[in-house]
């Protein structure tokens, strides 16, 4: 499964990312949360990272995210909740 997330800007709240189905890989289990004083950081396995203003979302996404990014480095998110198909993330891009 790959990482799909809804997430929000830089400097305050999160948005959420939704997991979308990637071609056939090893399939791993959702992570525990990150021990206190430690982050959990997504990486994005998908082309293309829809973002979405709430897990529940039903429209189009507010933001479309390419991976890898334009200097040729991945998609990464700081994760700030998780669930098993929705993360809430802080996008790497500006509010």
Same mark, same amino acid.
Not at 10 to 16: F, L, P, S, W
Not at 23 to 34: F, I, L, V
Not at 50 to 56: D, G, I
């Given at each position: &499964?790959? +990482?799909? +997330?809804?997430?929000?800007g830089? @400097? @305050?709240?999160?948005?959420?990312v939704?997991r979308q =189905?990637a071609?056939?890989? =090893?399939?791993?289990?959702?992570?525990?949360?990150?021990p206190? @004083?430690?982050?959990? *950081?997504?990486?994005?396995?998908?082309?293309?990272?829809?973002?979405?203003?709430?897990? &529940?979302a039903s =429209?189009?996404?507010?933001?479309? $995210?390419?991976?890898? =990014?334009?200097?040729?480095?991945?998609?990464?998110?700081? *994760?700030?909740?998780?669930?098993?198909?929705? $993360?809430?993330?802080?996008?790497?891009?500006?509010?």
């Open positions: &499964m790959a +990482l799909v +997330l809804a997430v929000a830089c @400097g @305050g709240g999160g948005v959420a939704r =189905t071609p056939p890989t =090893t399939t791993a289990p959702a992570p525990d949360p990150a206190q @004083g430690q982050s959990l *950081v997504a990486q994005a396995k998908v082309a293309k990272i829809n973002v979405f203003a709430s897990p &529940m =429209t189009a996404p507010t933001h479309v $995210l390419a991976n890898p =990014t334009e200097n040729g480095g991945p998609v990464v998110f700081l *994760v700030e909740q998780q669930a098993p198909d929705w $993360l809430q993330v802080d996008l790497p891009v500006r509010p």
